[in-house]
């Protein structure tokens, strides 16, 4: 009994204890609970349904007002179809409805992309088709206020669009406004004042490129700026009496879009490349290509004052100035791509220039000796890219001269009775730029390739010159038949073929070794077609001999003796 109350005091205590504990365990369940349901709360609304709804009403909202906008540039072409207004004072106000619809894309905000494309592309609606309207139908805007307008419209999309964010939004502006200057110039006749609306579009573009990195529509603008400058070189080609309806206008102001064209796309490029050191795009070369194209060609075809010559000198300096810009400026440099680009050019004006500006002969021994100074300088500088253009100007001399039908005729034709000076030139510089050559083992393709065409371009000639001045040395003892003919051009192949294999040998070069091989293929072709059709038996019996010799002795001599020869 005396131990009653302690217990009873213990009892207390442990159940005091224990109810401390239930309401602990329950307000941290509440504070559990609690948090859990704001956290779940916070997740909800990024996957909610309410926001998506709100999504597609703002959606339905901004189409609604560009409907809203349309309908107004109805109302306004039925004012002026009525008469109820000066149709003057309905063109001011459509030109001021159409900016404002611009004014409105301009101060969407970024997140709101959707809305000012769609404000942009619905200014572009109203004001279009009512300039068409206003110039083809009412005949209130002649086709100079008309490119005037598109021109405001042009000017206040590049003052509003301004800001790199929002550039984008405007692009159906500048191409709508486009598009509107190549359809009026066509259908009114009246070309220069669109044209001069497209060039200054190009240089708004190009200004920004080079400023900001913006590309904007210059690849829309560029193209239909192309067109309208070949649809004016072509209309303006025909005779005066064919174009009766179209403006005369003198060589100058005929010249004049397409230079413009070409100065601007060139300067942009020179500048962004040679300045600021950007790469090339594909983009830039292509269109300063066609640019390029298009001024000479409006200056052959509508300045008849200004000779070829003087196009081929104007491609003999843009060919200095690109060979000094690839070799000066890009070569070494990390990005290739201005080099190539460059270089490409340069050769391209080259071959153009020589061509355009000297007689035939003359342009064939000048393109041969270019040949000979690009394998001379490939070599010592170890440049791939001037083995190539000199590939490229031997191939164009040897094509020039008549090379390459020389060679069929004199080995499988009716024999040539003299050969041309020009013939001889183009083969010893063939001969020299294969022998100039680096060829090694191991290479790749492309050196390959191009060891291969000047090896070919050199075995040909010697090939054709041997037949012939063999075939001239019979003639001064007999008269030569077929037959002979065909004996001689065979001894001739199988010669070259071993004389091939053999030197490809010993001095280490593939490419004589793969001709030597082709040749053989060619000799089976000629025995088949030549010797058995038009040789007599003996004659055929010793062409059968001669080929069989080659075709064992080819395999045996192309074999590398490395450890015999030392190349």
Known sequence: ???????????????????????????????????ATQSAAALLPPVAEVPSGDQVSGIFLVLGKAMLGIAGAYVLRALAEAGVMPRLLVAAIAIGYAIAWLVAASRTPGSQRFSGVLYAATSALILAPMV?????????????????????????ATA???????????????????????????????????????????????????????????????AIADCAVWFLIVIYRNPASGRSDYPALGPAA???????????????????????????????????????????????????????????????LFAAACYAAAFRLFRGAPEPRNFHVFALWSAGLLLAGLLLSFPPAWAVALLALAAMGSAILAARMCCLTLECHGIIYLTAAALSCGLLEYSFQALAGTMPAAVASSILLVSGCALFCYGAAREREGEAWQQQALHLASALLAVCAASALAAQSTVRLLALRITPDVFHVALIRTLVLCAIALGLAFSGSRWQRPEMRRIAYAALGFLAIKLLFEDLRHGRLEFIAASIFLFALTLIGVPRLARPHRATFSG
């Open 1 to 35: 009994m005396n131990d009653l109350p302690e217990t009873l005091e213990q009892l207390s205590s442990r159940v005091d204890a224990l109810e401390k504990r239930v309401h602990e365990l329950e307000h941290f369940s509440a504070v559990l609970a609690h948090p």
């Open 132 to 156: 068409w309207e206003l110039t083809m139908r009412f005949h209130v805007l002649s086709p100079g206020a008309s490119a005037a307008v598109l021109g405001l419209l042009v000017v206040a």
């Open 160 to 222: 509003l669009s301004w800001r790199k964010e929002i550039s984008s939004d405007f692009s159906v502006a500048f191409g709508a406004a486009a598009l509107t200057a190549l359809a009026l110039s066509v259908v009114t006749h009246v070309m220069i004042a669109f044209l001069v609306l497209l060039l200054l579009m190009i240089a708004i573009g190009e200004y920004r490129c080079i400023h900001s990195g913006v590309q904007g529509t210059r690849m829309i603008v560029a």
């Open 254 to 316: 005929l010249v004049a879009p397409a230079c413009f064209l070409f100065l601007i796309t060139a300067a942009s490029v020179v500048y962004k490349t040679a300045v600021l050191r950007r790469k090339i795009t594909g983009f830039e070369t292509v269109q300063s290509m066609v640019a390029f194209l298009l001024s000479m060609s409006s200056v052959l075809f509508l300045a008849p004052q200004v000779s070829v010559r003087i196009v081929g000198m104007i491609c003999l």
